[in-house]
T-cell receptor, first 113, second 113 residues
Framework: GEDVEQSLFLSVREGDSSVINCTYTDSSSTYLYWYKQEPGAGLQLLTYIFSNMDMKQDQRLTVLLNKKDKHLSLRIADTQTGDSAIYFCAETPQRGNNRKLIWGLGTSLAVNP | DVKVTQSSRYLVKRTGEKVFLECVQD?????MFWYRQDPGLGLRLIYF???????EKGDIPEGYSVSREKKERFSLILESASTNQTSMYLC????????????FGPGTRLTVT
């Protein structure tokens, strides 16, 4: 079945780069997303990438997609304490009901001063 | 900007009470979703709706029902609250465009005692 996996925790020092990784199983996914959830809040869409792209850059964020390995990563440059949050990877599966997203469990990023 | 609002940020109810969680979106989105979020379990889909009066079960519908009488409003109902329904409840909406990205409300933290 469809599945999205992420490591649960990541700890970095302020100013370093963070790389959050995600693997997925549906090779026909059309879009892949990164969402951010700050403590006590809902999720906000950070960025997305279409499946025919390899890379997308948006200010401090770089998304890399390796379709062959079904691997997605989010790189945050110059990580700040305000980046401390849970980051969720999600995909839109091609098959079945594409109104739903398939979610990873989330990676909790801790940024240490 | 898309706005999704939820009726309460925090709610405390007693076992056996009937509980209504309300969600309203202001962007004329066709799809609306209810998730619950628990530590270590990520987001789990309870129900979703793709049109007025239409609903589909998600992954964990037991103990819940929903109502969508108007396009902008999607209600989650706990007929008889139990302590294992203590959780963070998140509402989301999305439009019928190609990307399926979801927009989230701030969440309701429900405690059942």
């Amino acid at each position: 079945g469809e599945d999205v996996e992420q490591s649960l925790f990541l700890s970095v020092r302020e100013g370093d780069s963070s790389v959050i990784n995600c693997t997925y199983t549906d090779s026909s996914s059309t879009y892949l997303y990164w969402y951010k959830q700050e403590p006590g809040a809902g999720l906000q869409l950070l960025t997305y990438i279409f499946s025919n792209m390899d890379m997308k850059q948006d200010q401090r964020l770089t998304v890399l997609l390796n379709k062959k390995d079904k691997h997605l990563s989010l790189r945050i440059a110059d990580t700040q304490t305000g980046d401390s949050a849970i980051y969720f990877c999600a995909e839109t599966p091609q098959r079945g009901n594409n109104r739903k997203l398939i979610w990873g469990l989330g990676t909790s990023l801790a940024v240490n001063p | 900007d898309v706005k999704v609002t939820q009726s309460s940020r925090y709610l405390v109810k007693r076992t056996g009470e009937k509980v209504f969680l309300e969600c309203v979106q202001d962007m004329d989105h066709e799809n609306m979703f209810w998730y619950r979020q628990d530590p270590g379990l990520g987001l789990r889909l309870i129900y979703f709706s793709y049109d007025v009066k239409m609903k589909e079960k998600g992954d964990i519908p037991e103990g819940y029902s929903v109502s969508r009488e108007k396009k902008e409003r999607f209600s989650l109902i706990l007929e008889s609250a139990s302590t294992n329904q203590t959780s963070m409840y998140l509402c989301a909406s999305s439009s019928l465009n190609i990307r399926d990205e979801q927009y989230f409300g701030p969440g309701t933290r429900l405690t059942v005692t």
